[in-house]
């Protein structure tokens, strides 16, 4: 039960992609994404370190392998 809800929390932020036109903003604004979902997905299953470690790194995947032209959330805030 504790990995279907990992799973549910961190499956949202890898849909959301990221937002920026580079690779390298992408990648970190999906990073930060993936990372939130894995927090609140490791809180339910008693591990939110891990899960926001493991959900910072898919977000950073999934960032870094997408286009904007997929899917983007619009300007990075820092740009």
Do not use: Y
């Not at 990073?31 to 008693?46: E, K, P």
């Not at 591990?47 to 910072?56: I, N």
């Amino acid at each position: 039960m504790k990995r279907f809800l990992v799973v549910l929390a961190v499956l949202p932020a890898l849909t959301l992609g990221a937002c920026g036109d580079t690779m390298g903003d992408r990648a970190l604004s999906g990073g930060g994404l993936g990372a939130g979902a894995g927090l609140l997905a490791g809180s339910f299953a008693g591990s939110p370190l891990t899960g926001a470690l493991v959900g910072g790194a898919l977000g950073a995947g999934a960032g870094a392998i997408t286009s904007s032209d997929q899917f983007s959330l619009g300007k990075p805030f820092w740009r």
